[in-house]
């Protein structure tokens, strides 16, 4: 019989372990609702508003780190300049601030008593309680993944690419929009997977700039603070496979087998 | 046609130190230069890719040094080819059409050169489906379809497989012999800049260390480090003293006067003449020397043999055909000649 390393087998069964780790909790509690709770819960307008008040500004805050995100990234990809570690690190900030203090710091900066706040609030733009409050947030805590991911994705280009691109008369701008575009698209869709995947699951920062208009998340958490495990179960579960779907069907679309990054 | 005048490139860990030569109309011109050297720098500056600190760079008379990549006319063939991977080999030749002004026998240019080029069976081909040499031919393609004034050309034999290097270095010959384009490639091997060039430059460490024609700078290199470029093997610093060269305790006439400045002798290793010891050939005279073979490479149809006389090593390459008929081996005393109008003086 062949015999079997003793750290091979160490290894499979720490594999193992971790993957039950992440999969049981999760199986248990899509298991444990019964459909009919799932149906009553889905019929409630207000888990549905919820959920879909979630996905919105999370697909918002994706789509904000795309448009400011992107030409950053390439910033940080393509050019060295003075001072580009720092600008990395405050890239990584947001990741690593406590949730909570999050929504403390851009609420710090809404309200009348700084200048910020009072131009827009003469600007009739409202943060606390606001959807534009929510979409900040986690904007704020989402950016992080969009510009980290785009930016392994387009150092991944090798630069003589564009470097013939600009030889053979294109632009920079060209050479973006011809060159790195369609092949850095791939990894721009995984940031956005990735940033809307952090913005969805945002509680501590949502919860003090905005309890209502209410997420799922928060909701989840009201749920399960006035009523119980039971109540809240449904929603979660709903959560995640909204959250499963969309996904799957970015990923769906995704042109994977034309772009090679 | 084009000028470089004190160019230097200040990189973090690396500077290229006031480059400077010039590449006639419609001439074939390398830069020769290990790994490291500043090649590509070279060329990624005069293409307008890398930004420089300091100097000019003149295409046609006109000073380019401001201008951006685009508006330069140069066309750059890269190593590794840089095709677009997401474009098919027609669009990768058709990139830059769209950004210069159409004559009206453009389509009939284009099908001609993807005829010379022997592209026509492979334009909706993608890139990954593609060899080594068809690659760079669609990379070659791509960079004269926009008719540039200027080709510059990144080692592009080194990556490929022996047989489509021959094939592409002849391409490169007749291509610039029926276009009359200039064209400037960088190498480390200096057997393709024999085969192409007229003229070349030397370059090491990020200085240019002699510029002239290939011929020239292969027979005459003015440093220790150009003669190790080209081929010279045996380097030795030497004193001059009445038309004799003296190494270590080794004493060689020489075939003519030497510059005061002049500090090493060098010798091609197919230039020594070498003899079994007990053959007693050409004993005694001035420019011949006794030395213990310490290792024999062989090297296919040639081989290098290598003799240490007076703490001096010495290597000497031979038809391995010889080795038997000379009797030489390893281990064995040999007689070594030096032909002194060989020994090159630097």
Known sequence: ?261 | MIAVEDVCVQLPGFTLDAVSFRVGASEFFTILGPTGSGKTLILESIAGLVPITSGRILIGGRDMTDLPPERRGIGIVYQDQALFPHLSVARNIRYGLRYWPRAADREEKISQLIQRLNLDHLLDRAIINLSGGERQRVALARALVVAPEILLLDEPLSALDPNFREEIRYLLKSLHHETGITVLMVTHDFAEAHFLATRTAVISAGRIEQVGPVVEVFNRPISPSVATFVGMKNIFEARFENGMARAGPLALPLAGPVDSACRFITLRPEDIRIYSASTGAKENASNSFIGLVTRIDHQGIFCDVWVRSDGLLWQVMLPTSQLMEKNIAEGCEVRLQVPPEKIHVM
């Open chain 1, 1 to 261: 019989m062949r015999r079997i390393d003793p750290f091979h087998t160490l290894a499979a069964v720490c594999t193992l372990l971790v993957v039950g780790f992440i999969v049981f909790p999760l199986l248990e509690m899509i298991r444990q609702p019964t459909a009919a709770d799932l149906k009553a819960s889905l019929a409630d307008a207000d888990v549905r508003q919820a959920i879909w008040l979630s996905i919105s500004t999370s697909g918002t805050a994706a789509l904000i780190s795309f448009v400011f995100g992107t030409p950053f990234a390439y910033l940080l990809a393509r050019r060295d300049f003075k001072g580009k570690r720092f600008i990395e690190s405050v890239v990584d900030l947001p990741i690593m601030i406590p949730h909570p203090v999050i929504g403390i710091a851009i609420l710090s900066l809404a309200g009348r008593q700084h200048w910020i706040g009072r131009v827009a609030t003469d600007l009739g733009v409202r943060v606390m309680g606001s959807l534009t409050g929510i979409v900040i947030v986690l904007t704020f805590v989402g950016l992080p993944f969009y510009i980290n991911t785009v930016k392994n994705g387009i150092e991944a280009i090798p630069r003589r690419l564009e470097n013939v691109s600009r030889s053979l008369g294109a632009t920079a701008f060209g050479t973006f929009r011809r060159v790195t575009l369609p092949l850095a698209w791939r990894s721009m869709i995984v940031g956005m997977i990735l940033c809307m995947a952090r913005a969805v699951s945002e509680f501590g920062a949502v919860v003090i700039v905005a309890y209502h208009p209410m997420t799922a998340p928060v909701m989840i958490y009201e749920r399960f603070t006035a009523y119980g495990l039971r109540y809240s179960q449904p929603v979660a579960v709903w959560l995640i496979f909204v959250c499963l779907g969309l996904f799957l069907m970015l990923r769906w679309l995704n042109p994977a087998g034309r772009t090679r990054a």
